[in-house]
T-cell receptor, first 113, second 110 residues
């Protein structure tokens, strides 16, 4: 079966520290992968998406970057966190959205202090 | 992708049907209508999607008007666990992106 793993579940980081969030998908090949962010009390904002290894599209210019080093691995990074980077980060994937839609991970709640 | 419009909030009684409307008057012929929901502090959950025909699965029914300018998500027997934010999204078949709007906050009352 297809599963998505996202970790850690919660993270508290000081301003100026680096960030690395990882997402992996199992049970499928060549998925489309996505990173979303949800600030407190706000909607879901698409940050990055990838349709293949090494292919990253950015939706919102910001302090973050994404990489896809392997087919089923998607990483969200920052060199120096800002207070405004706090939020709920969600990874998602789809391989055939006309049948299965998009599947979301359980999320990482990041607090920058 | 076409813009969708949803009421910001709705409520219904437990055990009754919840009918959530969505307006997508500028939808094009190759855009699907997707419904997701997000329960507090969780990732969004896929509910159902359709193109032209009405659809039904174990979670809900999707009714799309003949002109495709609006749709309704029906939860036939709402439970307290259905309290969530429901998102209606129009996505082009050729698009690779799922863009969320503000959704409808559904409160199911005991």
């Amino acid at each position: 079966s297809q599963t998505i793993h996202q970790w850690p579940a919660t993270l508290v980081q000081p301003v100026g520290s680096p960030l690395s969030l990882e997402c992996t998908v199992e049970g499928t090949s060549n998925p489309n992968l996505y990173w979303y962010r949800q600030a407190a009390g706000r909607g879901l904002q698409l940050l990055f998406y990838s349709v293949g290894i090494g292919q990253i599209s950015s939706e919102v210019p910001q302090n973050l970057s994404a990489s896809r080093p392997q087919d089923r691995q998607f990483i969200l990074s920052s060199k120096k966190l800002l207070l405004s980077d706090s939020g709920f980060y969600l990874c998602a994937w789809t391989s055939d959205r006309n049948y299965y839609g998009y599947t979301f991970g359980s999320g990482t709640r990041l607090t920058v202090v | 992708d076409a813009k969708t419009t949803q009421p910001p909030s709705m409520d219904c009684a437990e055990g009754r049907a919840a009918n959530l409307p969505c307006n997508h008057s500028t939808i094009s012929g190759n855009e699907y209508v997707y419904w997701y929901r997000q329960i507090h502090s969780q990732g969004p959950q896929y509910i159902i999607h359709g193109l032209k025909n009405n659809e039904t699965n174990e979670m809900a029914s999707l009714i799309i008007t003949e002109d495709r300018k609006s749709s309704t998500l029906i939860l036939p027997h709402a439970t307290l666990r259905d309290t969530a934010v429901y998102y209606c999204i129009a996505e082009m078949d050729s698009s690779y992106k799922l863009i969320f709007g503000s959704g409808t906050r559904l409160l199911v009352r005991p």
